[in-house]
Each structure stands twice: as structure tokens, then as C-alpha cells.
């Protein structure tokens, strides 16, 4: 996994739990 595509997903799974609270 790329570097970019990693940190984008973190920032998605980030969105995903703020949005689940």
C-alpha cells in the first residue's frame, strides 16, 4: 500500500468513526 492511499485510509476510518458516535 502506498503511502498516500494509507494515510487516506486512516483519514476515511477517522470520518467513519466520528460518524458512528
Given at each position: 500500500i502506498?503511502?498516500?492511499?494509507?494515510?487516506?485510509?486512516?483519514?476515511?476510518?477517522?470520518?467513519?468513526?466520528?460518524?458512528?458516535?
Amino acid at each position: 500500500i502506498k503511502e498516500e492511499t494509507k494515510l487516506a485510509l486512516h483519514m476515511h476510518l477517522k470520518l467513519l468513526g466520528c460518524g458512528a458516535k
